[in-house]
């Protein structure tokens, strides 16, 4: 798969996780591409812990007074709302978002979520995805396979934690996978690569499910 069509790729595919009505908040990066795919009939809320519920797309024209969680220029679509820093951390410690989809660092077999800091590195801190996967009940980890070759999937990260057992799917370019009691589930791969091109490009055992389907 051509290396510009992959995030794409991803968020094509995370845009069909979402039902009409419900309440989402993106990540930085990837993300964010997500609503350019939803389908006409699914209208989601997106909810952005820097005050916005009802975020809108990414403006042609940058409006230097509205931006995402990440800094980045956002628009607030029709009915929207901004609201104060306390009340959108209540409405996310509150459960009262229905999916949230972030980036990784490292994801592993149990669910366990490391995407905020590689130590000695620089980072402008945690920001909310501590409480968000604590706070929503499906946390999408949409990302690519691997790092420049190395595992991102593994038996068990190495990397300081943003929160234990909050994953419940994650979503690369190789495939779909459902976190389990008894580990990851493949549900879905992408026909451009083949089961023992997926295991070999993941840190821990993968199981494929009888009724695997091809990730479109």
């Not at 300081?160 to 791969?189: F, N, R, S, Y």
């Amino acid at each position: 798969m051509d290396k510009n069509e992959i995030k794409a790729f991803i968020a094509k595919r995370v845009a069909k996780e979402f039902h009409d009505g419900d309440v989402v908040n993106l990540g930085i990066g990837l993300p964010t591409m997500v609503p350019s795919f939803l389908p006409p009939d699914v209208k989601v809320i997106l909810e952005a812990e820097n005050g916005m519920v009802g975020a809108g797309a990414k403006p042609e024209v940058p409006d230097k007074c509205v931006s995402d969680a990440g800094g980045q220029p956002s628009s607030i679509a029709p009915g929207g709302a901004f609201i104060d820093s306390a009340t959108s951390f209540g409405i996310i410690r509150g459960g009262h978002v229905d999916a949230t989809v972030l980036g990784a660092l490292q994801v592993d077999e149990k669910g366990n979520l490391a995407n905020w800091i590689i130590p000695g590195k620089m980072v402008p801190g945690m920001g909310g995805a501590m409480d968000l996967v604590v706070g929503a009940p499906n946390v999408i980890v949409a990302m690519e396979h691997t790092q420049k070759g190395a595992h991102k999937i593994l038996e068990a990260c190495t990397l300081p934690l943003t929160a234990q057992t909050c994953v419940t799917k994650i979503i690369t370019e190789m495939g779909v996978m459902e976190v389990t009691d008894k580990g990851l589930v493949v549900t879905e791969i992408n026909p451009e690569f083949t089961q023992e091109q997926m295991q070999e490009a993941t840190g821990c055992k993968l199981t494929f499910a009888a009724d695997i389907k091809n990730m479109e």
